[in-house]
C-alpha cells in the first residue's frame, strides 16, 4: 500500500517506510507545502494513495466522503519521527488488509 504522508509528520518515514510501504511519498513532495485538504483528497485518489494523518480534519473527511481514498488517522500524540515509523511497521498487517478492497474508510493506529 502506497501512503501519503501528511505535511503534519517528518518527511523521514518516505525513507524509514520504504521497504513496508514501497511508493510512499511525503505530502510536501507530491504537492508541495500549504495545499488545501481537497487537492490532498483528489491526489491521493487520482494516484491510489492512502492518506496518513494526524490532523483531524481527514478523519471527518473520511467519515463524510467515504473511500477513496482511505485514511490512516494516528492518534499518536507528540510521538516523533521514529515512533510513528515504528507505530505503521507493527500494524503493517492490519494496514495491508485495510488497503486490500472493502468499504473501510478510515483505520485508527494509536500508540
Not at 32 to 37: L, Q, S
Not at 94 to 100: E, I, K, L, P, S
Request: aromatic share 6%.
Amino acid at each position: 500500500m502506497k501512503l501519503l504522508i501528511d505535511e503534519n509528520l517528518g518527511a523521514r518515514l518516505v525513507e524509514l517506510l520504504a521497504e513496508e510501504f514501497p511508493g510512499s511519498v511525503h505530502l510536501e513532495q507530491a504537492l508541495g507545502r500549504g495545499c488545501a485538504d481537497a487537492d490532498v483528497w483528489q491526489h491521493a485518489i487520482a494516484n491510489g494513495f492512502a492518506i496518513v494523518s494526524k490532523d483531524n480534519d481527514f478523519r471527518q473527511r473520511a467519515f463524510m466522503s467515504g473511500p477513496p481514498p482511505k485514511v490512516i488517522w494516528l492518534e499518536a500524540g507528540n510521538a516523533g519521527t521514529e515512533k510513528i515509523a515504528e507505530l505503521l511497521r507493527s500494524h503493517r498487517r492490519q494496514v495491508a488488509r485495510f488497503g486490500g478492497g472493502g468499504d473501510e474508510t478510515l483505520l485508527i493506529l494509536r500508540g
